[in-house]
């Protein structure tokens, strides 16, 4: 008898997860539950490791996941070392070439995407310094990110030589600490919740936020940081035309700032951006699952030239 022709199975595209600080990967594979259930079935596989450093947990994360035995960083929430900051590249390239890749796509969640964003800067700077010929391809070894509430280190942007203004720093400081009080109140709902008010969002609280999600970015100024300074521009390269992503926020964080000030990184190719409306979080309602697995799909189809062939 001859051979019975089987079906190709359409090709999976694999995504690497990277959670935030004092959380862990089965946290994160929580968090991104209801945008991951909208997806096509048998489209994406998740690969969800957690960071190497065990740490404590994020205010309010162990309330609410209250099984979850362990917590991990991917370098101490409060280092402004470089070293510090750095170290976790060699984990994440061993992930990015481990068994469950090569990985087509990257999602990241506030230190995962610092930690990511950081790993692709240095990566383009080791690129530009080995002076390459023209047409030399700068390459990393995924194709495109979905960076979810995160933002860039302004240390690292210091190290590369950029001009941290005095008001980023004021900026960044402010932010942090409006998260972090944030977070204790969130912390204090959770383990009481008959203080919740009917119809009260834990995000609500915008009244000390330091800026307007409605309003115009400058790109001369993003929260203190020139994009159009030739310091930034060497840093930054051309990026946005290399790396494909998409950007989710929220307008009620009190880090949306740096959500931006990243996003404004990867100008000039695929820069999707959406707003969720919430806070430091990924909210699990059925509009915004809906829009991330949009986004998702747009970004999946960017990567494998499939965009393209659509128009």
Request: proline share 6%; hydrophobic share 35%; aromatic share 10%.
């Amino acid at each position: 008898m001859g051979s019975v022709m089987q079906e190709e199975k359409p090709k999976m595209t694999r995504v690497l997860a990277l959670h935030g600080y004092g959380t862990s990967g089965e946290i994160f594979r929580s968090q991104t539950a209801a945008f991951r259930f909208k997806l096509p079935k048998e489209t994406y596989t998740f690969t969800f490791p957690n960071a190497p450093l065990p740490s404590a947990p994020t205010v309010g994360v162990d309330s609410i996941w209250n099984n979850v035995p362990k917590f991990y960083g991917w370098w101490p929430v409060s280092s402004s070392n470089i070293s510090e900051i750095r170290t976790p590249h060699d984990h994440l390239e061993e992930l990015l070439s481990s068994e469950e890749g090569p990985f087509d796509l990257v999602m990241c969640f506030s230190q995962g995407c610092t930690l990511l964003m950081s790993y692709i800067l240095y990566r383009y700077q080791e690129h530009m310094l080995t002076r390459p010929s023209a047409g030399e391809k700068f390459e990393l070894p995924f194709k495109g990110a979905m960076f979810i509430c995160g933002g860039p280190s302004l240390h690292v942007l210091q190290d590369l030589g950029v001009d941290v203004t005095e008001k980023a720093w004021e900026v960044h400081h402010a932010t942090a600490a409006l998260l972090h009080k944030r977070t204790e109140q969130l912390k204090f709902k959770a383990d009481n919740p008959d203080t919740i008010k009917r119809g009260e969002g834990l995000w609500d609280e915008v009244g000390d936020l330091v800026h307007d999600p409605t309003s115009e970015l400058d790109p001369e100024d993003v929260f203190g940081l020139d994009f159009t300074d030739e310091r930034m521009r060497m840093a930054v390269g051309n990026l946005g035309e290399i790396v494909p992503t998409v950007h989710v926020y929220g307008g009620k964080d009190p880090r949306w700032p740096a959500s931006v000030q990243l996003a404004q990184m990867f100008e000039g190719g695929m820069n999707e951006r959406f707003d969720h409306g919430g806070g430091h979080e990924l909210p699990r309602t059925t509009e915004c699952s809906m829009r991330m697995a949009e986004l998702m799909e747009k970004l999946r189809r960017k990567v494998d030239g499939l965009e393209s062939e659509e128009q």
